[in-house]
């Protein structure tokens, strides 16, 4: 597959061809987007998680892995920074709030999580210019 970008300058239209393939952040391996289940289980709750989450519903985002800490149960089991939270026992976690997902993460000594690895969302909690949080001003139109 080719992908074909014009620029435009003074004189004319120029044309530039990439490959998707070549390119430093191209990844064929569709396989770690797709979305998997982790079973995350601690003696008690007060316990670390092994884990930090960012976004949630009052930022526009879905709940995502910020960092997860080394040698830590969720680093052996697989738990990424960029993984989306799909669920938690059952809770669906794309449109939640923060802080409800932290209350449920806390309060569970045994949870599975349904996680996928979406760079692009995770990026976007990152987002300082106000594209994310639907209270934001928002341009005249």
């Known amino acids: 597959m080719r992908l074909e970008m014009f620029v435009e300058h003074e004189g004319g239209v120029s044309e ?3 490959r998707r393939d070549r390119h430093p952040s ?3 391996d569709l396989e770690r987007f797709l ?3 982790i079973s995350l289980k601690r003696s ?5 998680l092994g884990f930090n ?3 949630g519903k009052e930022h526009n985002c879905g709940i995502f892995v910020s960092k997860v800490m080394q040698n830590s149960e969720a680093e052996k089991l697989g738990l990424q920074e960029g993984d989306q ?5 059952d809770d669906n976690f794309e449109y939640i709030d ?3 997902a932290v209350k449920i993460v806390k309060s569970n000594i045994s ?3 349904t996680v996928r690895y979406f760079p692009y969302g995770y990026n976007r909690t990152y987002d300082k210019s106000g594209h994310n949080n639907p209270d934001s001003p928002q341009p005249a139109r």
Do not use: A, D
Not at 44 to 48: D, H, I, M, V
């Open 26 to 28: 191209y990844c064929s």
């Open 98 to 100: 923060h802080g409800e």
């Open 111 to 113: 949870m599975w999580i």
């Open 35 to 37: 979305p998997r289940n």
């Open 53 to 55: 989450i960012r976004g």
């Open 85 to 89: 939270f799909l669920s938690v026992n």
């Open 44 to 48: 008690k709750t007060s316990k670390q």
């Open 16 to 18: 530039w061809s990439i």
